[in-house]
Structures are given as structure tokens and as C-alpha cells.
């Protein structure tokens, strides 16, 4: 599987997103459920895939606009 480092971001901030819905609706447990299960597959896919910037890297160095 590879992702790009937008892709991950997206599927935290939905996770995050969803919490903070059960926390106002009071569902405190279940916001700490889905915030540690969030965290812990980011860091999974982190260390288990290849994960693309969203533009190419040129050696390091940024461009001279």
C-alpha cells in the first residue's frame, strides 16, 4: 500500500472529526476509543509503508521561485 502523507492526514483528521462529535454528544469513552484506534493505524501504516510526498523531492533542496 503506499499513501501519501495527505492521504494519512485526511483519514487523522476524520478520526479526529468523529471524536469530537462523540464528545459532544457526551460519548466520552467512545471518543478516546476512536482517537487511540486512529493513532495507533497511523502509526502502523507509518512504519509499514512507503509514504509519498504529495510533490517530488529535489534533493532535498527547495525550489528558487
Known amino acids: ?6 492521504e494519512l492526514y485526511f483519514r487523522l483528521f476524520s478520526a479526529v472529526t468523529d471524536a469530537l462529535a462523540d464528545l459532544q454528544s457526551g460519548r466520552v469513552v467512545s471518543a478516546i476509543q476512536i482517537l487511540l484506534r486512529a493513532a ?6 507509518h512504519m509499514e509503508t512507503d509514504i509519498l510526498p504529495e510533490a517530488p523531492v529535489h534533493g532535498g533542496t527547495m525550489p528558487l521561485d
Open 1 to 6: 500500500m503506499i499513501l501519501s502523507y495527505k
Open 40 to 45: 495507533g493505524e497511523a502509526e502502523a501504516v
